[in-house]
């Protein structure tokens, strides 16, 4: 049966997503502007840049932002997990304002009530497509074939209590 | 030397790799992760090894993780020649329509108004509060 409607757990998920990846492209940001320009003709400099500490930093946010976003898209659609996820902007710009007391424009304000405004309308609707039962993951046929045992063994129990004609 | 309109392209070309591989990786990931099935059941089924050995077990995957990490090394390209206020919004919010229509046509998803309004409002305000 498709999930629908997610529960405490999944949207724990969905948050460790939004707030993870900002914060993880954030330490990308601040550790790729310390370097000195790289160009295309050393591309083994890109992979040096991975092992100084701000990047480090942002690739351990990356993992911890990937591993829950794999999870997220075993139950719910890309196109559902991708807007709801985009909330972690706006609590990186309430986190820039109430904490790091920076200006917020106007611009900026708008940015975050249509986002606010955009996760609502994505978070009020199904979170997984209805596939056809030939399209079951290989899981829900699992659990189908499971089923299937139970109701075999259930039979197979009826059977001994009927009497042999 | 480059000129001005030099600049713009290579920075339009820097965004569109970004933003592409980006996109193929996404759907070749959710599609993976739908044809393995939900991680919290196999979780909770065979553990967390059962969950990490379906997942790395899977070729889609992999073709997925390919992808992403090109869209990484090209990010860490972009960002290395282009303002972070100009990059993340621009990548952040195509990549969201790019999703958008790439669910609907390869992923067959039910992308229906509620959910292209909300991948609209989202891209707009994340293109106003990066910006």
Redesign the interface.
Known sequence: MP?HTLSP??YLILATVAICAPLG?TC??RG??T?P??S?AHPAT?IA?VFTPWIAAGIALLIGFFASY??A???A????V??AT?FG??IV?LFARFWLHEAISL??W??????????G??A???SL??RPPAEL????T??LDDSKHVETSTNAALVEKEPVR | MTTPAQGVWSAVGMIACVVVASTIGEVLTAAAMKSIGDLDDIRAHSGLKGAIRAVVTCPLFFCGVGFLALAFFSLLFALNHLNLSLVAPACASLTLVTNAVAGKFFLKENVDRRRWTAAVLVCIGVYLLAH
């Open positions: 999930h757990r999944q492209d990308l940001s790729m502007n370097l320009p790289i295309l890109l840049a794999l999870t898209l075993s139950w659609d890309l196109t559902f991708l807007p985009a902007n706006v710009a611009e900026r708008a940015g975050i009530a249509l986002i606010t405004l955009g996760v309308f994505v009020q609707g199904p497509t209805e993951s290989a899981s829900e699992l659990k």
